[in-house]
């Protein structure tokens, strides 16, 4: 007997936690998702709710993928488990495989996480060991970017530039800097394309480097759109002067693509937009199509040499989770690859993209909206806060859009999208017009 979502009606939600306020308003007015296909989530109640957000920036194939349902299905019969450590299964081979064909020519390695927050801490632990490998001592410290995500462990909310999401934890790890973020500048920068602005703020990182000196840096992490800090672009010439920048000084770029991995942006990876070689990158989310929970760390070739044939081989790195490339979720991976690859999803974000910027820009001129961000099919709108009530508006927008059958992401005044790569033009039509009415509504209710 196989139990579902369905079956279950939970009689109490008590025993249920997480440690977020978020958790609290929601037990007060649960919003029950019970079944999902293609562009659609289905409520408890029978609504059926347009997935503006992939899930949570994840689901970029759609729900409910018959191939990976059957592949997770037939893997877990076959082989539910095998022993990371020393030994493997063929199943993570082929997935490393198959996925560095995606990745920039240099990312040729990759060590399998089980989520996002995995592989940014994986990644950060890579940096400040590398360059002691490579014999130029110790280089403790790391460089983030204000505004940007990496997750919730200890070193991804260090160099996170969210404060608030660090601020319990006094300073977080020591030796992390962050860039200014691009807004301060200018709001919408990227549409409006600003060259010059994109290498003055990259400068930033050189005036930390006169700081702290280069051969104290190991790495500089950012995301090279930033998801979760409300969909900040980069300026036009910014990723490319931080590559020139760090690989001057030696410091290794690590570009978190948790998000912006598997065709968000019209690429198998931002990277390749912007025609970037990171040194490291960060996936998950999109790695399987959020079925099951799954990350990754690509690393480039010299990274990979450094660790496997330098002089302390056995004492490298002390990492490994018991899951890694755990063989259900590299059977998830291998059909939700397939899929992309098969139906052209990362190209159709590209043919995709004029479509889903003319609707978010046909909202341009709305009462308090301040600004339109987008590229490929993730975006976001920023309203004016209400005096006294930072986030209201926003509230009200996504509440809208709830009742109204769609999902955004809300985050304070911002309302975040990036739907499944599978959306059509009717979709977006949705989207928009359910956006519009919101945000007409939250201001009325407010001026
Ligand atoms: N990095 C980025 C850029 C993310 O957007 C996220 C999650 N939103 C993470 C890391 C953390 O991923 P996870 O929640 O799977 O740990």
Redesign the pocket.
Same mark, same amino acid.
């Given at each position: 007997q196989i139990s579902t979502v369905t079956d279950h009606q939970p009689a109490s939600m008590a025993a249920f936690w997480m440690p977020f306020t978020a958790n609290r308003q929601f037990k007060s007015a649960p919003r029950m998702l019970t079944s999902a296909s293609g562009m659609y989530f289905e409520n408890d109640k029978g609504q059926q709710i347009l997935d503006g957000c992939a899930g949570?920036?994840c689901v970029n194939a759609g729900h409910g993928r018959e191939a990976i349902s059957e592949a997770v299905a037939r893997q877990v019969s076959q082989l539910d488990y095998a022993p990371p450590f020393q030994m493997g299964h063929p199943l993570a081979f082929e997935f490393a495989e198959r996925l560095i064909q995606h990745t920039p020519p240099n990312l040729n390695h990759v060590f399998f996480t089980n &989520?996002? &927050?995995?592989?940014?801490e994986t990644a950060l632990k890579i940096a400040l060991n590398y360059h002691r490998l490579k014999g130029q001592g110790t280089r403790q410290r790391l460089i983030g970017r204000e505004r &940007?995500?990496?997750?919730?462990?200890f070193g991804?909310i260090s160099v996170g530039g969210i404060v608030n999401n660090r601020k319990t934890f006094g300073s977080g790890l020591p030796g992390t800097d962050h860039l200014p973020h691009t807004l301060n500048i200018d709001l919408n920068a990227f549409s409006r394309g600003l060259p010059e602005h994109g290498t003055e703020l990259a400068d930033a990182l050189e005036q930390l480097i006169a700081l702290h000196d280069a051969s104290n840096i190991a790495a500089v992490i950012v995301?090279p759109v %930033?998801?979760?800090g409300g969909v900040i672009m980069p300026p036009v010439g910014y990723l490319q002067k931080l590559r020139e920048i760090t690989r001057k000084h030696g410091i290794l770029l690590i570009f978190?693509?948790?998000?912006?991995g598997f065709g968000r942006v019209g690429e198998a990876f931002a990277a390749s937009r912007w025609g970037i070689e990171p040194d490291i990158m960060?996936t %998950?989310?999109g790695l399987t199509n959020g079925a099951i929970?799954m990350?990754a760390v690509f690393v480039s070739d010299a990274i990979h040499d450094a660790f496997m044939t330098g002089p302390e081989s056995m004492i490298e790195l002390f990492h490994g989770y018991t899951y890694s490339g755990h063989p259900v979720a590299c059977a998830a991976g291998l059909a939700a690859l397939d899929i992309y690859e098969q139906e052209g999803l990362f190209q159709r974000t590209l043919a995709m993209e004029p479509v889903f910027e003319a609707g978010l820009h046909s909202l341009k001129g709305l009462p308090g909206l301040i600004d339109i961000r987008n590229i490929g099919l993730i975006g976001a709108i920023e309203l004016q806060p209400l005096d006294g009530q930072p986030g209201e508006r926003g509230r009200r927008v996504f509440q809208h859009c709830y009742e109204q059958g769609v999902l955004v992401r809300w985050t304070g005044d911002i309302l975040a999208m990036s739907p499944p790569l599978i959306i059509e033009k009717e979709h977006i039509r949705q989207l928009v017009n359910t956006l519009k009415e919101g945000i007409q509504l939250a201001f009325q209710n407010h001026e």
């Open positions: 949570l920036w &989520s996002g &927050s995995e592989s940014v &940007s995500y990496h997750g919730v462990n991804g995301e %930033a998801g979760s978190d693509e948790v998000i912006t960060t %998950a989310k929970p990350g």
